[in-house]
Structure formats: C-alpha cells, structure tokens
C-alpha cells in the first residue's frame, strides 16, 4: 500500500471513530412496500413495517443530482428539491451515516479529491453478480415499466435536445470531510469495507438511473444489501404526451410503485428531519394513494 492510500485510509477511519464517539441513535424508519396478493395475483396491497437501522451500518447514495440536465423540466426540479435533500444528507451525516455521493460521468470534476480517495481506496470485493456500468431492466423479476420513456421522458414543450451537459454534482448539495464520491461499483467496495448492509437511495431518475446504476436499487438488491428509496426525493423522466397519459408526477408515483413491487420498500425524508415529506410546487394535486386499478 502507497503512503498517500494509507493515509487515505487512516484518515477514513479516524473521521469514522470520530462519528462513533457517541452511540448514535438508531434510524428508526417506516417501510412501504407493496405486496401481491396471493389468492388474487393482480392485486397489490401496501403493507408498512417499522424497522431501526444502526448508522454505522447505513450509506445514502445521492444518485445523479447533476448541475445540469439535458432536459431544463428535469434541471429545474433536481434544483427545486436539492435544498431539501441536503438538509436530509446533514442529518444522516451526523448520525454517522456515510455518504456516498455519485453524479455519473463527472469523476474527473472530483480527481484528486478526499472524497474520491476514499471512494478509490476501498478494496475490490468479490460480487454475487458483475457490476455493469447499468443494469437494464431484469425481465425475470419485473414486467416492463408502467410509463413509455423511449423518447428520453422530456416534458418540456418542444423537447430539449439530448446531449450531455453535466459536468459535478449540483453545489447545492455539500461534500464534507469523510463523504465518498464514486459513480461505479467501488460505492460497493467501500460498503463491504465498513460492513454496511443498509443502503438509502435518494436522487434522479427513478425509471433510469435510480434502477440502473452499479452503486443503485437493482444492483444493490442483487448484491443482498437492505436498499430503500427515499420516495420524496426522487423523480423520474416522464413525458406525459406519452403511455399511460397521466401528468408528470402520477407517472413518477407510478414507477416508485413498481419499485416497491419487484424491487425495495421507501421512506419519506421526514422519517429523518421531521415535518413534512419534499413535494414538488407543480404537483398541485391530492397526494395520490396506491390501488390495485394502477
């Protein structure tokens, strides 16, 4: 081991016992999950299980929070809800949760970072499954998607053109001393490495990325980690001019069940600082309650 990767390490773990001074207080979360009904195969009922996860145990991955979109309806929202989230990020960092940040394709923004060293030093673990770079979807264990994104899910009017303008992750959100920042399978190494087993996932997009990316809900379940998605702090690529034709946050209701049927249970951000769950200011409507006719 290099005398730079060892101080990496020591200071990882220094910043670790630092946390743990003080037992933390357990996380004491609320569990949505929806669960098929075995006399009638169509019917889902949503079943809801307390549970308490101990934060040395526990990572939040921050999926995808770009400075910018492709999409400017999809850049406006990740803005809208990133004061929110980090506030949530503040708390569960000092809890002693680790925080694993990972905006996709932007690591050379972050090279030479602490948070990439951490991230980096993280020793390669062997895997039940290989860790793709994305990770479609998994046709023996869910049908396809509720909502059509072939188009790429802009509802802006005309679509923006796609292209790939991010370049970090959104300043909104802090990096603090003792955060990793990662877009690939090494989030797993550094979980293995400090025995975390519990994952809360948070950020954009659920349809896409949220599912799909080898730090995210499909790889992790695979990889027998306990994963939840943070159902308030998330959105999906939608374009409502396409199936099912429902407004843009039905369709992201919609595929946030289809997670909680085949894939992990969510938790709202309120679990964790009180108040009320996030909720987008164009999201006028009633807050929309699971029936078995979705």
């Known amino acids: 081991m290099t005398h730079n990767r060892l101080r990496v390490v020591l ?11 003080v037992p933390a207080q357990p996380l004491t979360l609320k569990l949505r999950r929806l669960v098929q009904n075995t006399d009638s195969p169509n019917q889902w009922q949503v079943s809801e299980r307390a549970v308490e996860w101990d934060p040395a145990g526990t990572a939040a991955v921050i999926c995808d929070m770009w400075n910018q979109h492709w999409c400017k309806g999809a850049t ?12 949530t990020v503040a708390e569960l960092r000092k809890r002693g949760v680790l925080i694993i940040h990972c905006p996709s394709e932007t ?15 993280a020793p390669k673990v062997p895997v039940k499954e290989t860790l793709p770079g994305s990770c479609a979807l998994v046709s023996v264990k869910e049908p396809p998607l509720p909502l059509d994104d072939s188009d790429g899910g802009c509802d802006d009017e005309p679509q923006c ?10 300043s909104t959100l802090e990096i603090k001393e003792g955060d990793a920042i990662t877009d690939s399978s090494e989030a797993y190494n550094l979980m293995r490495q400090r025995g975390i087993t519990n ?63 085949y894939w992990c249970p969510t938790i709202t ?16 409507k009633p ?6 006719s979705y």
């Not at 200071?11 to 001074?21: G, K």
Request: glycine share 6%; hydrophobic share 40%.
């Open 11 to 21: 200071l990882a773990a220094l910043v670790s016992l630092s946390c743990c001074e």
């Open 76 to 87: 406006a929202r990740v803005a809208e809800m990133a004061p929110h989230m980090n506030q």
């Open 107 to 121: 690591m050379k923004f972050y090279e030479g970072s602490f948070g990439r060293k951490v991230a980096q030093a």
């Open 161 to 170: 053109a796609q292209r790939s303008p991010w370049r970090h992750e959104i």
């Open 199 to 261: 994952v809360i996932i948070m950020g954009v997009h659920e349809n896409m990325c949220i599912l799909g990316r080898p730090f995210s809900i499909r790889q992790m379940v695979v990889q027998g980690q306990n994963v939840v998605l943070m159902r308030d702090l998330t959105d999906s690529m939608y374009n409502p001019r396409r199936k099912p034709y429902v407004d843009h946050f039905t369709g992201n209701d919609l595929v946030c069940w289809h997670i909680e049927k």
């Open 269 to 284: 951000s309120n679990q964790i600082i009180g108040g009320k769950p996030f909720h987008f200011a164009a999201d006028t």
């Open 287 to 292: 807050p929309r309650v699971f029936d078995s």
